[in-house]
């Protein structure tokens, strides 16, 4: 089976910076767009950052300019470097992924299974 697994969530300071990873495992064709979203306790999910397999890139704007979404295809694996965060960053935070398995004709949306951030003021 495809499986999203995250890893990089913790606690930090406000100001201090945190590295999320998002690996996609299993009998993978190919991976398409990838994205993190996050969820704070009463809110909805939201988009915090999307990826085309090409690389362009888009941002919320409550991120830009702080936040930096990245892959590596060759490792099938996704990242979000997070710099300045602030207590309102505060959430649990989703990878997301078009994938297409080993002899599928088309993509399924897989999530991850969440890692909590959490910044102290």
């Known amino acids: 089976q495809v499986q999203l697994v995250e890893s990089g969530g913790g606690l930090v300071q406000d100001g201090g910076s945190l590295r999320l990873s998002c690996a996609a495992t299993g009998s993978i064709f190919s991976i398409n767009g990838m994205a993190w979203y996050r969820q704070a306790p009463g809110n909805q999910r939201e988009l915090v950052a999307d990826i085309t397999s090409g690389g362009s890139t888009n941002y919320a704007d409550s991120v830009k300019g702080r936040f930096t979404i990245s892959r590596d295809n060759a490792k099938n694996t996704m990242y979000l470097q997070m710099n300045s965060l602030k207590p309102e960053d505060t959430a649990v935070y989703y990878c997301?992924?078009?994938?297409?398995?080993?002899?599928?004709?088309?993509?399924?949306?897989?999530w991850g299974q969440g890692t909590q951030v959490t910044v102290s003021s």
């Open positions: 997301n992924a078009q994938i297409r398995g080993e002899g599928r004709v088309y993509s399924v949306e897989y």
